[in-house]
């Protein structure tokens, strides 16, 4: 998923079948390099590349909502004010650069068991939360309408559900991988455990690789993650095609899994805190690029130009007007918030 010497970000080689690890001092040098030269893989790999020149249906998708210059400036405000809640949340995530720069972290280390235990206590829910992000997707991007797109959908939706297994891995580092030969496990850096530290962040980035998982080898998202990256496109003039655009619809579909978790688990904590933490491993000091991804910065912009909705909870008042209480505590909450609102 990324370039395989240097700027070596936090989610993983799926489709590729080199594991890199970079130095966080000099980030070049190669810490690990595995090859594995299955016939089968490099098969997988040599076709995942001829799909990606040939694959018919490179018409574009006319975006049905119109997207405005004001919708341009919230989203740069959006991505303002979710790098400033990173900051004041105690449970916001550690940025990908930082977590690159960390020394590595013991599977026993308790930051990384916390956040291994997180993970496979969220992975039932994560799944589901995938598999209907990636239907209402196919929806609204008009892949659902056929049988056969149906039928694509459905496949990639049984191979979400097929994923069982977490496995925390130290030289996995500040990257979370599946490999789509073995693809019931997703494989998860200690210093990436560590530095999810809330259940909106942790559910983004298992989203992120089950939906990997769910195109597999068949590739069968394709169309929808290339409408994804048209779309992105348009609305950001940033160039999204191939692997980057596959990458930001991952991310996509980890921020509805958050979004959605966020609707069914009501909190005391502000909406946008909570938001904020499905994309907020991307305030990065350290701003690259690479051939398979958007910099981590512009990884933000496009996900809210592609959800607006998004980006006006983000940057919706924090003091207290938007919560999602829970059930046991609305009316109290009603009661406090109407206080607030006098005082406005
Ligand atoms: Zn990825």
């Known amino acids: 998923m990324n370039n395989r010497t240097a700027g070596r970000r936090w989610d993983a ?21 595995i090859v594995v030269v299955g016939s089968a893989a490099i098969q997988f790999t040599s076709s995942s590349r001829a799909q990606t020149r040939q694959r018919p249906g490179a018409h574009s998708t006319p975006s049905r909502e119109i997207f405005t210059a004001a919708d341009r400036r919230l989203v740069e405000k959006a991505i ?24 590595s972290l013991p599977v026993s280390n308790p930051d990384a068991v916390a956040g291994a235990r ?6 039932p829910t994560t799944r589901m939360l995938v598999s209907s992000a ?4 196919a929806k609204e991007y008009d892949l659902y309408s056929s049988g056969a797109a149906r039928a694509r959908i459905t496949a990639a939706t049984q191979r979400v559900e097929a994923v ?24 998860f850096g200690t210093i990436f455990l560590a ?17 990997h998982i769910a195109s597999g080898q068949p590739d069968s998202l ?20 191939g692997q980057r655009a596959e990458e930001l619809a991952c991310d996509l579909v980890g921020v509805m899994a958050a979004r959605q978790f966020i609707n069914q688990t009501p909190s005391w904590e ?30 933000i912009r496009a996900l809210l130009a592609l959800d607006v909705t998004i980006a006006g909870e983000v940057v919706a008042d924090t003091t207290g007007s938007v919560r999602t209480p829970p059930a046991c505590c609305a009316g109290f909450l009603i009661a406090a918030e109407s206080k607030t609102v006098a005082h406005h």
């Open 13 to 33: 080689v799926t489709r590729r079948i080199l594991r890199v690890s970079v130095s966080p001092a000099l980030r070049v040098s190669v810490l690990a390099l």
């Open 80 to 103: 303002g004010a979710t790098c400033s809640e990173r900051i004041r949340d105690p449970l916001g995530s550690a940025p990908i650069d930082e977590m690159q720069a960390r020394p």
């Open 118 to 123: 997180r993970a496979e206590t969220l992975l």
């Open 134 to 137: 990636i239907v209402n997707l």
């Open 164 to 187: 069982k297994r977490i496995k925390p891995d130290v030289d996995a580092r500040d990257n979370a991988s599946v490999v789509l030969r073995e693809p019931r496990t997703i494989e």
């Open 195 to 211: 530095g999810l530290r809330s259940d909106e962040a942790m559910i983004s980035v298992l989203a992120h690789e089950l939906t």
């Open 222 to 241: 394709r169309p929808l993650f290339r409408a994804i990256g048209r779309r992105a496109a348009t609305r950001t003039g940033l160039r999204i095609q």
């Open 270 to 299: 502000p909406l946008p805190r909570r938001v904020a933490r499905a994309f907020e491993h991307n305030c990065v000091d350290d701003d690259a690029s690479d051939e398979d991804h958007l910099s981590p910065r512009n990884t």
